[in-house]
């Protein structure tokens, strides 16, 4: 399979004819090709975004959201397609893929909504002056997004980025870009008009680098690693561009000992290892009481050993496969860290070899102990089915090496005392706190971090504002 770029609505090679290999992570075999896209494709894209945006940013809110729905509709009607290349492309299990094929359709299906409903605001001024404030689309923008929630987090930005009346440049991983190529063929199906989406696929420093570059982006919309975050940010300041960062992570999973332990373990058990742990929302450090602690080592450990891990389109298979090679060698270094830092590793640890499948990138799920708070694997981000435990005895013991870390993006508590369930979630320095529950989602909500993990929020209104230039305009009495 290769795959071109989509420019004006057409599906073009790149410029200069290079293309480079795409993997299936659950093989380790070469399954495709993508283009290696230059600057001359990008500025070709943003020729087209450019040409587009007028008549898109003039088309009525009911058209916005007619085309939109439509996208949805055809991305639910297009499931199990899209799924099944997902899970081939990323590494994931089936099953997970399709969950997240819904909530690209649900990305769709929200901001079509708002598209409708987002409105000015206005602030009288008593008998003197009315203020009205204007969101005007900011013209073109650049969305940038990771490879571990493909098409969710790149409709995740898409979605809103058009439903403001802005046209897109995009640039989706390079290491999973088959299903933003097929959500192209659907966005021409719906009637999307031609330039207002526009994908250009390639390497980060290339292609990415000069969607960042340009001076027509007037927004980058980015989801990736803290290192690229930075060198993003440093690229777009002397440019005064609109800049939304969402990074990387180091979640605290803290159990106080008055918890639903069953709740708790079972969900610690998702929170910890879903997609192979390659989810910023994961939890990686989990941090139990004292009084519980041996307790719920020992369950969890026996409920992580029953994961079954292997062919990602068998549905039987809870963990697939890491999504590269690089990114599994970057994991399994981290486990040898683990060992000179003096872990002790109560299941897992180690490289998995699937019968039939002895070159696909699988790695156990890992819970390592006896590591201090403080230690590298404790304070980096390893992106992987890796997780510590550690005990705690006082709620102020646990605020304080939770908030350890450079990261800011989420954390879980697990108790049944509101007083400290809401006194945690006041001082722990993360923008999402999820209590007695993990990745309850509502898009209405403000979704980021704090600190390295990001700057700017995501979701519902602030996407909104975010993808639009606010004018205040004065009238006098
Ligand atoms: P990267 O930062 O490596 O890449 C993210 C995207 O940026 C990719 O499309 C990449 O292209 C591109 N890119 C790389 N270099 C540049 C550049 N110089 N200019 C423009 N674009 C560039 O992250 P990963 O793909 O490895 O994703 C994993 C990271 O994403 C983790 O740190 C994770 O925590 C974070 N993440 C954060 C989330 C959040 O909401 N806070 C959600 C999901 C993930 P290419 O692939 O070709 O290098």
Redo the contacts with the bound molecule.
């Keep these: 399979m290769r795959l071109s770029n989509f420019i004006n609505g057409a599906f073009i090679a790149p410029v200069d004819g290079q293309y480079l290999n795409n993997f299936n992570p659950s093989t380790g075999e070469v399954y495709g090709e993508i283009p290696d896209s230059t600057e001359a494709d990008v500025l070709l894209a943003i020729e087209a975004a450019k040409s587009a945006q007028l008549s898109w940013a003039n088309t009525p809110a009911e058209e916005k959201f007619k085309v939109m729905n439509r996208i949805a509709e055809l991305i639910d009607a297009n499931r199990e397609k899209l799924a099944m290349a997902e899970s081939m492309d990323q590494g994931k299990p089936l099953w997970l893929a399709r969950n997240e094929m819904n909530r690209a359709a649900q990305n769709f299906r929200f901001f079509a909504t708002a598209a409708m409903q987002f409105s000015s605001e206005s602030h009288a001024m008593e008998d003197k002056a009315i203020n009205y404030t204007l969101r005007q689309p900011i013209g073109v923008v650049?969305c940038?997004?990771?490879?571990?929630?493909p098409l969710y987090?790149f409709t995740w930005k898409i979605a809103p980025a058009i439903a403001a009346g802005n046209t897109v440049v995009a640039?989706?991983?390079?290491?999973?870009p088959v299903t933003a190529f097929m959500l192209c063929e659907l966005c021409n199906e719906a009637g999307l008009p031609a330039g207002v989406l526009n994908v250009v696929h390639?390497?980060?420093?290339?292609?990415?680098?000069?969607?960042?570059?340009s001076k027509f982006t007037k927004a980058?919309s980015?989801?990736?690693?803290?290192?690229?975050?930075k060198?993003?940010a440093a690229?777009a300041a002397p440019m005064f561009k609109k800049l939304s960062?969402?990074?990387?992570?180091k979640n605290p999973n803290i159990i106080f000992a008055d918890a639903d332990l069953n709740k708790a373990i079972k969900t610690t058990v998702n929170s910890s290892f879903m997609n192979q742990g390659?989810?910023?929302?994961c939890g990686s450090r989990v941090f139990v009481q004292r009084a519980v602690y041996q307790e719920v080592k020992d369950r969890l450990v026996a409920e992580v050993n029953q994961l079954t891990i292997g062919n990602p389109l068998d549905e039987n298979m809870r963990i697939g496969a890491i999504?590269s090679k690089p990114?599994y060698e970057k994991v399994l270094g981290y486990i040898e860290l683990a060992k000179e830092e003096g872990a002790t590793i109560l299941t897992g640890g180690k490289a998995v070899h699937p019968s039939g499948l002895e070159n696909g990138w699988y790695i156990a799920p890992t819970i390592l102990e006896g590591l201090p708070f403080d230690c590298r694997c404790n304070m980096e981000?390893i992106?992987g089915p890796v997780i510590t435990i550690m005990p705690f005895d006082t709620e102020e013991e646990v605020l304080e090496m939770a908030n350890a870390t450079e990261y800011g993006?989420a954390a879980t508590v697990w108790t049944s005392n509101l007083n400290t369930a809401h006194r945690v979630a006041n001082k722990i320095q993360m923008g999402i706190v999820w209590i007695n529950c993990w990745l309850l989602r509502d898009l209405r909500t403000p979704?980021?971090?704090t600190k390295s993990?990001?700057v700017g929020r995501?979701g519902g209104w602030e996407a909104m504002k975010f993808f639009t230039e606010p004018k205040n305009v004065c009238i006098a009495f």
């Design positions: 650049g940038i997004s990771p490879w571990n929630l987090l640039k989706p991983s390079e290491f999973t390639g390497l980060g420093q290339k292609a990415g680098q000069a969607i960042v570059e980058i980015f989801t990736g690693g803290t290192a690229t975050g060198h993003l690229t960062l969402e990074l990387g992570g390659e989810i910023c929302l999504v990114h981000e992106f993006l979704f980021g971090g993990s990001g995501e």
